[in-house]
Nanobody
């Protein structure tokens, strides 16, 4: 059985930091690219960050570049999203996602293989 379980969401002040974790039960974790998406109220899923299967490359949406950092620990089957300098507009439900094959440039929610349940991040001002 494959599942992704997210944790670490919560309420933080603008300018603060939060670290999200996603624990995967996927037996062959290293064959998946791992992504973070977010969905703000009334909005479509928005790509946030990607880390490749071995952790060698990372990609970020322009809106979070320089503030967010994605990482993974394949020995622990876990992916992380470190969020710094948070802004009110970062408020959203954040989803961990596993993707076996979609290359950078074509990442979209419709191509995700496995979704986490989501964790709420609320930034107050």
């Amino acid at each position: 059985q494959v599942q992704l379980v997210e944790s670490g969401g919560g309420l933080v002040q603008a300018g603060g930091s939060l670290r999200l974790s996603c624990a995967a039960s996927i037996r062959t974790f290293s064959v998946y690219h791992m992504d973070w998406f977010r969905q703000a109220p009334g909005k479509e899923h928005e790509f946030v960050a990607r880390i490749t299967k071995s952790g060698g490359r990372t990609y970020y949406a322009d809106s979070v570049k320089g503030r967010f950092t994605i990482s993974r620990d394949n020995a622990k089957n876990t992916v992380y999203l470190q969020m710094d300098s948070l802004k009110f507009e970062d408020t959203a439900v954040y989803y961990c996602a596993a993707d076996r094959a979609t290359p950078w440039g074509r990442i979209e929610a419709a191509h995700v293989d496995v979704w986490g349940q989501g964790t709420q991040v609320t930034v107050s001002s």
